[in-house]
T-cell receptor, first 117, second 116 residues
Framework: GAVVSQHPSWVICKSGTSVKIECRSL??????MFWYRQFPKQSLMLMATSNEGSKATYEQGVEKDKFLINHASLTLSTLTVTSAHPEDSSFYIC?????????????FGSGTRLTVV | AQSVAQPEDQVNVAEGNPLTVKCTYS??????LFWYVQYPNRGLQFLLKYITGDNLVKGSYGFEAEFNKSQTSFHLKKPSALVSDSALYFCAVRDMGETGANNLFFGTGTRLTVIP
């Protein structure tokens, strides 16, 4: 079945530094991947839609200069949290579908727990 | 615009008893409906989906859900709960009436606790 790998699973960084999170589709090509953010005891909030070969589409209120998304290939999307601050600490999850626009379900990565100290 | 409501933050059920986790939705077109389960510090695992066809959908781990168009509901059910079913459950919808809306919109989640 469709597998999405997300790395790292957790990261601790100092305030002001940047952190890169990778999302890979292991056994299928994904022209579109989705990045979500989840605060403790809350639902997943869509941050942005990552499009292979073009600019990402950001949801309202998400700073595109802070959360840089690169989708350089059909199997890899990266989210870089730039100049991280403690309020960026959260659980970040990516997802992809083998065929966007079809009735396939979405496969989620295992998530990345970011802690900014 | 689409929305998903999970009216219960917490559901407690005794092991062996039937469980129900509620979900209602609002979309402009036909809905694609999903249920996912999340264990602590993990991503979401797919349980089941409704696209079209039979209103009763069977999924993983003995779970099933019933699509009710008139009530715009998609409640998750299981005949006999296990302690290992304790987790956070999310209902999600994709609004096929929204052009370009390929992403899922999630409910706020329901924490299920199965008591031994």
């Amino acid at each position: 079945g469709a597998v999405v790998s997300q790395h790292p699973s957790w990261v601790i960084c100092k305030s002001g530094t940047s952190v890169k999170i990778e999302c890979r589709s292991l056994d299928f090509q994904a022209t579109t991947m989705f990045w979500y953010r989840q605060f403790p005891k809350q639902s997943l909030m869509l941050m942005a839609t990552s499009n292979e070969g073009s600019k990402a589409t950001y949801e309202q209120g998400v700073e595109k200069d802070k959360f840089l998304i690169n989708h350089a290939s059909l199997t890899l999307s990266t989210l870089t949290v730039t100049s991280a601050h403690p309020e960026d600490s959260s659980f970040y999850i990516c997802s992809a579908s083998p065929e966007v626009g079809s009735n396939h379900g979405y496969t989620f990565g295992s998530g990345t727990r970011l802690t900014v100290v | 615009a689409q929305s998903v409501a999970q009216p219960e933050d917490q559901v407690n059920v005794a092991e062996g008893n039937p469980l129900t986790v509620k979900c209602t939705y609002s979309v402009s077109g036909n809905p694609y409906l999903f249920w996912y389960v999340q264990y602590p510090n993990r991503g979401l695992q797919f349980l089941l989906k409704y696209i079209t066809g039979d209103n009763l959908v069977k999924g993983s781990y003995g779970f099933e859900a019933e699509f009710n168009k008139s009530q715009t509901s998609f409640h998750l059910k299981k005949p006999s709960a296990l302690v290992s079913d304790s987790a956070l459950y999310f209902c999600a919808v994709r609004d096929m009436g929204e052009t370009g809306a390929n992403n899922l919109f999630f409910g706020t989640g329901t924490r299920l606790t199965v008591i031994p």
